[in-house]
C-alpha cells in the first residue's frame, strides 16, 4: 500500500471537517480554498467518503458538509481504508489465495506483521489528536514582528 495523493488530501478535507465539528457544514470550496486543493478532485474524494458514512451533506443555502460522529472517534485509518481500500502493503496480505506459496511464504509473514503495525498505528490516531496536534503546532510556531 502506497499513500496516495487521494489519502492525504482526505485526511486534510476530514481535519477541516473537524475543525469545524461545532460550527456547522462547510462549503467544499471553503475547504479547497482552505487546503489550497482543487474543489474538482476534493468533490470526487468526498463520495466515498460520504458512501462509508463519515461524512453527512447538506443541501440548501446552510448546505455543505460536515462529519457524522465527533473528530475523536474518526481514526485516520477509517479515512484510509475507506479512500485506499485498504491497509496491506502485498496482496497476498489480505487474500492468501492471491499466492499459491502463501501458505509457506515466510515474506509473506514478514508484511503481515508490518501490515499489522501500520493498521494499528493509524487506528490508534483520531482526527481529534490531529485537531491538538495542529493546534499545538500553530502555539508553538515562530511569530515575526516588523
Given at each position: 500500500?502506497?499513500?496516495?495523493?487521494?489519502?492525504?488530501?482526505?485526511?486534510?478535507?476530514?481535519?477541516?471537517?473537524?475543525?469545524?465539528?461545532?460550527?456547522?457544514?462547510?462549503?467544499?470550496?471553503?475547504?479547497?480554498?482552505?487546503?489550497?486543493?482543487?474543489?474538482?478532485?476534493?468533490?470526487?474524494?468526498?463520495?466515498?467518503?460520504?458512501?462509508?458514512?463519515?461524512?453527512?451533506?447538506?443541501?440548501?443555502?446552510?448546505?455543505?458538509?460536515s462529519l457524522t460522529r465527533p473528530p475523536e472517534e474518526i481514526t485516520l485509518k477509517?479515512?484510509?481504508?475507506?479512500?485506499?481500500?485498504?491497509?496491506?502493503?502485498?496482496?497476498?496480505?489480505?487474500?492468501?489465495?492471491?499466492?499459491?506459496?502463501?501458505?509457506?511464504?515466510?515474506?509473506?509473514?514478514?508484511?503481515?506483521?508490518?501490515?499489522?503495525?501500520?493498521?494499528?498505528?493509524?487506528?490508534?490516531?483520531?482526527?481529534?489528536?490531529?485537531?491538538?496536534?495542529?493546534?499545538?503546532?500553530?502555539?508553538?510556531?515562530?511569530?515575526?514582528?516588523?
Amino acid at each position: 500500500m502506497k499513500i496516495t495523493t487521494r489519502s492525504r488530501y482526505g485526511v486534510r478535507l476530514m481535519l477541516e471537517l473537524a475543525r469545524n465539528f461545532d460550527k456547522g457544514q462547510v462549503l467544499l470550496k471553503d475547504i479547497a480554498r482552505n487546503e489550497e486543493i482543487s474543489e474538482k478532485y476534493l468533490s470526487l474524494i468526498i463520495i466515498p467518503l460520504r458512501t462509508a458514512g463519515l461524512v453527512q451533506s447538506t443541501r440548501g443555502a446552510h448546505g455543505g458538509y460536515s462529519l457524522t460522529r465527533p473528530p475523536e472517534e474518526i481514526t485516520l485509518k477509517d479515512i484510509v481504508q475507506v479512500l485506499e481500500g485498504g491497509i496491506s502493503l502485498v496482496d497476498c496480505v489480505e487474500n492468501s489465495s492471491s499466492c499459491s506459496r502463501s501458505q509457506t511464504c515466510v515474506s509473506r509473514d514478514v508484511w503481515s506483521i508490518v501490515s499489522e503495525r501500520i493498521s494499528q498505528t493509524l487506528e490508534s490516531i483520531s482526527l481529534g489528536d490531529l485537531l491538538a496536534k495542529t493546534r499545538e503546532k500553530a502555539d508553538s510556531a515562530p511569530v515575526y514582528h516588523i
